[in-house]
């Protein structure tokens, strides 16, 4: 059983370090995850920039709307942005800290693993 609370899914195809994308809940999300922390990553404990292998994440959601008349249709996408961080924080909506959080931790921890031969 897991012990977080939140449903994290990652990309099949995102199965190294770089550039990491999925679901958590019902938003979407991307990462930028290093091998070796860095020194303007997300620290894990508390949110801050610090030590951490993050150093680009942002949790979204985007709507869709379509527009016009039918014979001229138009799409209309809106993103909502729940938290945003590249080298330090534009956007963490505190309705989300937890859910933010916790998504940082099982990054931390599913990409800190080390195979052995």
């Known amino acids: ?39 303007n990553g997300i620290n894990p404990q508390d949110l801050s920039t610090g030590s951490g292998r993050i150093t680009r994440l942002c949790i979204y959601k985007d709507k869709t709307d379509f527009l016009g008349n ?18 330090n924080w534009s956007v ?10 916790e998504l940082i931790t099982y990054l931390e921890r599913r990409y800190s693993f080390k195979l052995l031969k």
Not at 2 to 21: E, L, M, Q, T
Not at 70 to 78: A, D, E, H, W
Request: proline share 3%; aromatic share 18%.
């Open 70 to 87: 039918p014979y001229m249709p138009s799409l209309n996408v809106k993103r909502y942005i729940y938290a945003n961080y590249q080298r």
């Open 1 to 39: 059983m897991s012990n977080y609370n939140y449903k994290i899914k990652i990309d099949r195809n995102c199965n190294k370090h770089g550039y990491i994308k999925g679901e958590i809940e019902n938003f979407a999300w991307f990462a930028l995850v290093h091998k070796d922390t860095m020194d």
């Open 92 to 101: 963490l909506n505190k309705n989300y800290y937890e859910m933010v959080k």
